[in-house]
């Protein structure tokens, strides 16, 4: 059994799988009272299901980019559970969980992730692999994209900017690769982690 | 019993670890000064992040310095408010985590209840009294009937103390925190050299004000070329303290004239001024107490003895408070 806690998008989750199946997923709006029960939320799912804690094989925790606050929150929830347990603590990025809900036989697609009210980012993937991440501002992508709605993450088939192509909303994801080698994966989280989140907050400010 | 205490409501990253009989066996306290001194002040943003860098390794210190794991542990105590919201949510949310990991109880903790509770981790104390705390962000009277039941009878209407010290200090050249450089300064002037005035807030007479005190000061230094500053500093330390505090005694006489207590419990980073204890001691007639050395300034030690005493008495939180940036004393004690 493994879980995954996506706390950095403006729909929260918590995902539990089994022989990487998806088994059991809640979501919630990311309001700031909700945010601040994702731990009183992940006690009650394994609480109703019977799991212990000693059943958890894995914890994937999603690290962004995304909401600072729920970056931060779900870094503070990965670090208290490193510290205290033996689960291995897995960390991905949001590009690479969304890229989940998206057909593996896709082989290039750019997914926008909201990180504030005027602005995002942009990765172009290439099946799995980030190619080029790009802080962008919504007024732009909603030029581009003749829409005004993108307060959730988006998938879009690969293309330039400069194009109008349809898009869809990042589908459901059913599945967890486990395998997958960019995945970063250590037991301890160490500070490493954090100067990646710090180079995300900086990549906004340059961009801001 | 081994309790934890988790601080990180304002820009200092704390945990300590006490036990039931009010043994401190570590307090561990990770300080962001440097970070913030060249902004003149805190950076909630910068606070933040530097709180999710070091929550891992100020607890992992506290629980080595005491000699156990977190296995050990038998409560943890966080600060839930009142205090920078984003600051606040990575103490509590490791605090939460790490309570449901270990199925340990846990307990919030209101950050003015450590505070009030501080002087008694190394003191006796008797009901009623009067808890004072002067820091950086509050300055208030509160008056402690019994255990756990808290009134606040008169705060400040503006700037905090220390705030007001640090204004000052950065207006005379000194770097933030200013506090302990101003009192350093002040050991080697005249108090009464320049005669600020004394404060009043109109009709609230437990209540104070001190942004008065930073604007009378900016006059005085109007007058005085730049050289005459730096000569001056001592005398203009020794006075702008001297005004601070005497506007805080002031107060407290009133107050206790109307609120009899036991004794006065002084904590808060201003509690560590010397000027103003001697101050306190020597115009009120009732023992004043204040809180051992690194007690004073925001520490992990007092959540924890505030959480413990709140555990006997309540028992164990559930895992769905939240965090509050403002928390009012009397709510919270009535919840």
Redesign the interface.
């Known amino acids: 059994m493994e879980i995954l806690l996506q706390t950095v998008l403006s729909t929260i989750e918590i995902a539990v799988f089994q022989d990487k199946q998806l088994v059991f997923r809640k979501q919630s709006p990311s309001l700031q009272?909700s945010?601040?029960?994702?731990?009183?939320d992940?006690?009650n799912m394994l609480q109703n299901r019977g799991l212990p804690?000693s059943r958890i094989r894995r914890f994937w925790f999603v690290n962004g980019p995304g909401y600072?606050?729920g970056i931060?929150?779900g870094?503070?929830?990965?670090?208290?559970?490193?510290?205290?347990?033996s689960i291995p603590i897995r960390l991905i990025t949001t590009f690479h969980w969304l890229r989940m809900g998206i057909p593996p036989s896709t082989e290039r697609c750019c997914i926008f992730i909201p990180s504030s009210k005027k602005e995002g980012y942009l990765a172009r993937m290439h099946h799995f692999s980030v190619e080029s991440v790009q802080c962008i501002e919504k007024e732009q992508m909603e030029k581009d994209y003749h829409s005004n709605v993108l307060q959730e993450p988006l998938f879009v088939p690969f293309g330039g900017l400069d194009v109008s192509i349809p898009y869809a909303p990042v589908g459901d994801i059913t599945t967890l690769p486990l395998d997958y080698k960019d995945v970063i994966t250590s037991q301890t989280?160490e500070?490493e982690y954090?100067k990646s989140?710090?180079d995300l907050?900086q990549n906004r400010k340059e961009c801001g | 019993m081994y309790i934890v205490g988790i601080e990180t409501s304002c820009d200092d990253t704390a945990a300590s670890v006490i036990n039931e009989k009010k043994e401190l066996m570590a307090s561990i306290l990770s300080s962001q000064t440097t970070f913030h001194a060249k902004y003149g002040g805190i950076v909630p943003e910068i606070a933040?992040?530097k709180h999710?860098?070091l929550?891992?390794h100020v607890?992992?210190e506290a629980l080595q310095s005491s000699h156990i794991g977190?296995n050990d542990v038998d409560l943890i105590c966080v600060t839930k408010g009142p205090g920078l919201v984003?600051s606040l949510?990575?103490?509590?949310?490791?605090?939460?985590?790490?309570?449901?990991?270990?199925g340990k109880p846990i307990k919030g903790i209101h950050h003015i209840e450590g505070h009030l509770l501080s002087p008694s981790l190394t003191h006796p104390i008797t009901y009623p009294y009067m808890g004072l705390i002067v820091s950086g962000g509050h300055t208030e009277f509160v008056h402690v009937p019994k255990p756990g039941s808290y009134q606040v009878v008169g705060s400040t209407v503006d700037d905090a103390c220390g705030e007001s010290l640090d204004k000052f200090g950065k207006s005379i050249g000194i770097s933030y925190p200013a506090g302990p450089i101003v009192e350093q300064f002040a050991t080697q002037g005249e108090e009464k050299k320049y005669p600020f005035p004394l404060p009043s807030v109109r009709n609230r007479p437990f209540d104070m004000s001190f942004s008065g005190l930073k604007t009378a000061a900016m006059h005085v230094l109007q007058k005085l070329s730049p050289d005459e500053i730096e000569n001056e500093k001592g005398s203009l330390c020794a006075s702008y303290q001297r005004a601070l505090f005497y506007h805080i005694t002031a107060t407290a006489k009133k107050i206790l004239a109307s609120y009899p207590s036991t004794m006065i419990l002084l904590s808060g980073g201003v509690s560590a001024n010397q000027t103003l204890f001697s101050m306190l001691q020597q115009s009120i007639d009732i023992p004043v107490l204040k809180p051992g050395k690194g007690l004073s300034t925001d520490n992990a030690a007092m959540i924890a003895w505030a959480g413990y005493c709140r555990y006997i008495a309540e028992g164990s939180d559930?895992?769905?408070f939240?965090?509050q940036s403002s928390l009012a004393l009397e709510s919270y004690a009535a919840e």
Request: a negative charge; hydrophobic letters at 45%.
């Open positions: 009272k945010n601040n029960t994702v731990v009183y992940l006690q804690l600072y606050t931060r929150i870094l503070s929830i990965a670090k208290a559970f490193s510290d205290t347990t989280i500070p954090i989140v710090d907050f | 933040s992040r999710l860098e929550i891992s607890c992992q977190w984003g949510l990575v103490g509590v949310e490791y605090a939460k985590a790490a309570s449901l990991a270990l559930s895992l769905d939240e965090v």
